[in-house]
């Protein structure tokens, strides 16, 4: 089995060393975290279209994929983390299990276009977004039926403190959805996938954004992190149980789920 990324311990060491996926390239650190969100400010007003745009719509599906998962009882409380534009609390919004949602993003550009969505559909009364860190959360233990993060945990600095803190703030009984970018299996379809994602997406991204470099860092932050059995190996250390993932489009992304006991 060809396994492309070194050990989770040096994800808890705040630094991850990797591996080429595709060639046998010696290990080459990771990009940084650390202040990403002020790239994001930058990007915010081209977020949303990039997203549709390089994706080709892929990310709604994958979005609706996600509510899906959502536990079967009504009236749930939701807490989306690195929420951005809101545009997955929203989704999962919509699926009409959810009684009220708080989306939280340390980017506040992202959040303003967020804001605008939630006032424009008139959701104010149950939707809101605060500034704030995955990796230290301003809530009381045992406060959501649902914890989720999309396209966001590849982001924070301590993966393992974010995870454990969505799990702190999980009622018992309540679940986690984490949707994150992964690369697939199949050795041809990750071969061609990789030959857009470092050097077509980086181009049209840059162009469109006028930011290169964020572009750049996400085909690196994708490839250096985790996906697979390692993440779900990452979230049963954080105390999940019934730990799944499930592949989505040829595995180009993946939903992580787990619940908490
Ligand atoms: C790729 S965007 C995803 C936005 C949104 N969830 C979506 O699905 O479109 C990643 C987001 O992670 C946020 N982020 C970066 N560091 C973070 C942290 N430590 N805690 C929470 N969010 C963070 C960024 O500000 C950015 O809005």
Redesign the pocket.
């Known amino acids: 089995m060809d396994e492309p990324f070194d050990s989770s311990s040096s994800l808890r060491a705040g630094k991850l060393r990797v591996k080429s996926p595709v060639g046998g390239s010696p290990n080459k650190d990771a990009p940084s ?1 650390r202040d ?2 002020r790239m ?1 400010d930058r990007i915010a007003p081209r ?1 949303d279209l990039l ?1 549709h745009l390089l994706s080709f719509n892929r ?1 709604k599906a994958w ?1 609706r994929k996600m509510t899906l998962l959502l536990p079967s009882k009504a009236n749930l409380t939701l807490l ?6 809101g ?2 609390l929203l989704s999962l919004y919509d699926s009409g299990k959810i009684v009220s949602g708080v989306g ?4 506040e550009g ?1 959040l303003a276009i967020g804001r605008e969505k939630i006032e424009r559909r008139k959701l104010t009364s149950a939707l809101s977004l605060i500034p ?4 230290e959360l301003p809530f009381g233990d045992r406060s959501f039926d649902v914890v989720t ?4 945990i590849r ?3 301590d993966v393992d403190l ?1 995870l454990r803190e969505m799990h702190r703030v999980l009622k018992p009984g309540g679940r986690a959805l984490i ?1 994150e970018f992964s690369l697939p299996r199949n050795t041809v379809i990750r071969h061609g996938y990789l030959m857009y994602f470092r050097y077509i997406l980086p181009l049209l991204g840059g162009f469109i954004s006028g930011d290169r470099e964020a572009y750049r860092y996400l085909n690196q932050t994708v490839e250096s992190f985790p996906y697979g059995d390692q993440f779900t190996e990452l979230m049963l250390e954080a105390g999940f149980c019934d730990v799944k993932h499930t592949p989505l489009t040829f595995g180009v992304a993946t939903i992580y789920q787990g619940d908490k006991l």
């Not at 989306?80 to 534009?85: E, I, K, M, P, V």
């Not at 939280?104 to 980017?107: E, G, H, L, Q």
């Not at 993060?149 to 966001?152: A, D, L, T």
């Open positions: 975290r990403v969100f994001f977020y997203n990310d979005r989306d983390l690195a929420t951005g534009t545009d997955q939280v993003d340390p980017a992202m704030g860190s995955a990796e993060i999309s396209f966001g982001n924070v600095t974010a949707l």
